[in-house]
Nanobody, 121 residues
Framework: QVHVAESGGGLVQPGGSLRLSCAVS????????MGWYRQAPGKQRELVAR??????IDYADSVKGRFTISRDARTAVSLQMNSLVPEDTAVYYC????????????????WGQGTQVTVSS
């Protein structure tokens, strides 16, 4: 069994900062990447940032220079969000990409339950 736990989020004024944390636990053989996606009302879920097993990092253009993803441990990542703007308001989901529970299993994507980030004055 695999469990993805998120923490952080909340209400912040424009220009403020928040930090999201995510940890995956359970039976884990390997996975391809961990990262964060977000979904605003009426919009599709989109990639915010991800870090691969090899350490490569991808950011959405809209967050480059403001958000930083870091790998805190093999199975934990955090997202530091600075200079937040109202357009960053969304539910943020932690994603574990192509997690395999054994060398013989097929990789699946796992998601956290989501955490609300609201940027408003």
């Amino acid at each position: 069994q695999v469990h993805v736990a998120e923490s952080g989020g909340g209400l912040v004024q424009p220009g403020g900062s928040l930090r999201l944390s995510c940890a995956v636990s359970g039976t884990i053989f390997s996975f391809n990447a961990m990262g964060w996606y977000r979904q605003a009302p009426g919009k599709q879920r989109e990639l915010v940032a991800r870090v691969t097993r090899g350490g490569s990092i991808d950011y959405a253009d809209s967050v480059k220079g403001r958000f930083t993803i870091s790998r805190d441990a093999r199975t934990a990542v955090s997202l530091q969000m600075n200079s937040l703007v109202p357009e960053d308001t969304a539910v943020y989901y932690c994603n574990v990409e192509r997690l395999m529970i054994s060398a013989y299993s097929v990789g699946d994507d796992y998601w956290g339950q989501g955490t609300q980030v609201t940027v408003s004055s």
